[in-house]
């Protein structure tokens, strides 16, 4: 039985599917985009399950799995308090678990991080349903990305695209998946883009090239139109490098014709 989304509205599982048909062939992702979705409810058969974070929650999602995350199967302490599961704990707030784990060097540092924290009221939901995009049967509150940076520039180019200016990305370096790449645009609904951080590193199979992003499901058409734009203008001739190959070719040359003087 799948959970009540907090919205009833969105296309169905066929735009879904194609929208991330889009995003994951226009910049080849190598891995899926994830739907990150709040619920109001949820079925008794998902109140058990394998501990999860919400960062191993997406490295399975973007490799096909469905996951719910809850107050009961929901491991860390940090992502549990962004999401509003649980409360935050004395020792998170303290700042004695940070510095316990050589994060932060003094206990003012982690204390100021964990104040700014952006979270969600407590017990605003129950539940987070996470899963590939392409299965969601309506809009996602937030699409994920975890991949090779080159990749995710694309993304947030295609999202620029719209209005211009400049992006502002917001990170502590700390609860990259949880806050900066779903809580953040969830909130704030702008992109967000994060380095990654100690845990999600520690806890999941994420190379160190890849680095992750989100944005507000109710954006994904306007980003899938706009990069399907940038992949027929742009994509494929940045990537071809020939400007690099002509100034490879010179200094070739030059160097060729410095090593002939006598």
């Known amino acids: 039985m799948f959970g009540v989304p907090r919205m009833n509205e969105g296309p169905a599982t066929r735009t879904s599917q194609q929208y991330a048909a889009i ?26 399950g394998t501990d999860y974070r919400l960062c191993q929650a997406l490295m399975d999602a ?18 549990a308090a962004a999401l509003g599961l649980k409360p935050l704990p004395k020792q998170l707030q303290d700042g004695t678990m940070l510095c ?3 994060i932060f060097k003094t206990k003012q540092a982690a204390i100021r991080v964990m104040e700014t924290m952006p979270r969600l009221k407590p017990e605003q939901y129950v539940a987070i349903e996470v899963k590939p995009l392409e299965e969601c049967q309506q809009i996602p ?7 090779e940076v080159e990749k995710l520039m694309w993304i947030a180019l295609a999202y620029l695209n719209e209005e211009g200016g400049r992006l502002n990305f917001s990170t502590s370096i700390l609860q990259a998946a949880c806050v900066d790449s779903v809580v953040l645009p969830f909130l704030s609904g702008r ?13 999941t199979d994420a190379a160190s090239s890849e680095a992750l992003l989100g944005f507000p499901g109710e954006n ?10 940038l992949k027929s203008q742009a994509v494929d001739r940045s990537r071809a490098k020939n400007a ?3 100034f490879a070719g ?6 060729e014709h410095e090593m002939g003087r006598p």
């Open 23 to 48: 995003l994951k062939n226009t910049v080849g992702l190598t891995s899926m985009p994830v739907g990150v979705t709040f619920l109001n409810s949820m079925g008794s058969d998902e109140l058990s």
């Open 62 to 79: 973007r490799r096909g799995k469905r996951v719910v995350l809850h107050k009961e199967n929901i491991s860390c302490p940090a992502a």
């Open 141 to 147: 509150d937030v699409v994920v990305f975890e991949d």
């Open 100 to 102: 316990g784990y050589g």
């Open 191 to 203: 992109i967000n883009m994060s380095f990654g951080c100690y845990g999600c590193r520690d806890a």
């Open 220 to 229: 994904l058409a306007m980003v899938a139109g706009n990069l399907s734009f």
């Open 244 to 246: 690099y190959k002509a």
């Open 250 to 255: 010179r200094s070739e040359i030059r160097e």
